[in-house]
T-cell receptor, first 109, second 114 residues
Framework: KNEVEQSPQNLTAQEGEFITINCSYS?????LHWLQQHPGGGIVSLFM?????KKHGRLIATINIQEKHSSLHITASHPRDSAVYIC???????????WGAGTKLIIKP | EPEVTQTPSHQVTQMGQEVILRCVPI?????FYWYRQILGQKVEFLVS????????KSEIFDDQFSVERPDGSNFTLKIRSTKLEDSAMYFC????????????FGSGTRLTVV
């Protein structure tokens, strides 16, 4: 069974701290997705990566395909980064995503 | 930036009633999806739709669920006889070519069954 596991489940940090969220998956995948869910519920795709590293502003995502592990980093965190961050993997068919449980991030000013 | 639009944003219905959740995907997208998220739980896949037919569905998507693209722009999810456990946020998404490529989610419909 495809599994996507995230840690930590909850993370509270002070503004400015460097944040790391981890994701591991149990099967071979073509790419791993990081998404952000805002308190109102909306879901936004942040990254899709199949190797190496991607950077967008203060967000950095890395993946190690051999170890089946990915990390999402936030540099110089800000209260507006507070959200749930979810990693997800597409199935072989690419018709669906298998979702992690999410990491609830709170950045305090 | 193109958006996936979902209506209504919140719907309250009585148990046993039929509901239709509506979505307008991005116009040049060809693949359409419904996901749901029960409060406090993971997002779960319901169904994907391509070329006017279901391409994949999950165990959750049983006979009480159906999808339709009635007019070339809307994409609907119908729940025939709602149960309390159908209460969830329902997300529509669309993509150019599968979930391994660029996709966009709608902002969701919160369904409350009472």
């Amino acid at each position: 069974k495809n599994e996507v596991e995230q840690s930590p489940q909850n993370l509270t940090a002070q503004e400015g701290e460097f944040i790391t969220i981890n994701c591991s998956y149990s099967v071979g995948i073509s790419a791993l997705h990081w998404l952000q869910q805002h308190p109102g519920g909306g879901i936004v795709s942040l990254f899709m990566l199949s190797s190496g590293k991607k950077k967008h502003g203060r967000l950095i995502a890395t993946i190690n395909i051999q170890e089946k592990h990915s990390s999402l980093h936030i540099t110089a965190s800000h209260p507006r980064d507070s959200a749930v961050y979810i990693c997800a993997a597409p199935t072989d068919s690419n018709y669906q995503l298998i979702w992690g449980a999410g990491t609830k991030l709170i950045i305090k000013p | 930036e193109p958006e996936v639009t979902q209506t209504p944003s919140h719907q309250v219905t009585q148990m046993g009633q039929e509901v239709i959740l509506r979505c307008v995907p991005i116009s040049n997208h060809l693949y359409f999806y419904w996901y749901r998220q029960i409060l406090g739980q993971k997002v779960e896949f319901l169904v994907s739709f391509y070329n006017n037919e279901i391409s994949e569905k999950s165990e959750i998507f049983d006979d009480q669920f159906s999808v339709e693209r009635p007019d070339g722009s809307n994409f609907t999810l119908k729940i025939r006889s709602t149960k309390l456990e159908d209460s969830a946020m329902y997300f529509c998404a669309s993509s150019v070519a599968g979930m391994g490529y660029g996709y966009t989610f709608g902002s969701g419909t919160r369904l409350t069954v009472v």
